[in-house]
């Protein structure tokens, strides 16, 4: 069975500064997706990054971008000039790749907790 | 654009009471989920859909039930409330036939069994 791994139940970072959060999976599957996760105090999962395991390039998404080392089973978020705006929880998150049955299926990390200081 | 609505966002139940959480998608999506998130923990899945008609398990399905007559709506309903069922509750929508793989996700309910 497939396992997500966030080893860091906490971080913390400065307000403009650049801040990595981990995360590692399991998987004998050869294609799937990875997902980085926002959960404000608001409780809405609000998708922050996307990675495509076929693709080497690593995703974008203005201030945030990943590390994914698919032989190592690793995929880092990296935050860059942190905002207030940017505290939240953040689950990594794995499903596999096809059509049909449970391919479409999360499987969540248990979360990293973000706190940004002024 | 709603996307996923989910009512109630707060309920309050006695043990062994019944209840159906509703949730209701316009993107025409034809996978809809139920996940559970219990405190300092991930989302874990109760059940999914692929379509209307068809319904499956999940991780966590014991406790639960769900039906799926329409595209658009697919309620989760806990039957005889127990207090482990004290949890936020996410619905989620997706279109996987789409290459994109990406889950849209309710507001949230917050239930609590006492």
């Known amino acids: 069975a497939q396992t997500v791994t966030q080893s860091q139940p906490e971080m913390s970072v400065q307000e403009a500064e650049t801040v990595t959060l981990s995360c590692t999976y399991d998987?004998?599957?050869?294609?799937?997706?990875l997902f980085w996760y926002k959960q404000p105090p608001s409780r809405q999962m609000i998708l922050v990054i996307r990675q495509e395991a076929y693709k080497q390039q690593n995703a974008t998404e203005n201030r945030f971008s990943v590390n994914f080392q698919k032989a190592a089973k690793s995929f880092s978020l990296k935050i860059s000039d942190s905002q207030l705006g940017d505290a939240a929880m953040y689950f990594c998150?794995?499903?596999?790749?096809?059509?049909?049955?449970?391919?479409?299926?999360?499987?969540f990390g248990k979360g990293t907790k973000l706190s940004v200081k002024p | 654009n709603a996307g996923v609505t989910q009512t109630p966002k707060f309920r309050i139940l006695k043990i062994g009471q019944s209840m159906t959480l509703q949730c209701t998608q316009d993107?025409?999506?034809?996978?809809m989920y139920w996940y559970r998130q219990d405190p300092g923990m991930g989302l874990k899945l109760i059940y999914y859909?692929?379509?209307?008609?068809?319904?499956d398990k999940g991780e966590v399905p014991n406790g639960y039930n769900v039906s799926r007559s329409t595209t658009e709506d697919f309620p989760l309903r806990l039957e005889l409330a127990a207090p482990s069922q004290t949890s936020v509750y996410f619905c989620?929508?997706?279109?996987?036939?789409?290459?994109?793989?990406?889950?849209?996700f309710g507001a949230g309910t917050r239930l609590s069994v006492l």
């Open positions: 998987t004998s599957e050869s294609d799937y997706y």
């Open positions: 998150a794995y499903s596999e790749g096809g059509y049909g049955g449970s391919q479409g299926n999360l499987i």
């Open positions: 859909s692929v379509g209307a008609g068809i319904t």
């Open positions: 989620a929508s997706s279109s996987p036939g789409t290459g994109q793989n990406i889950q849209y």
């Open positions: 993107m025409n999506h034809n996978y």
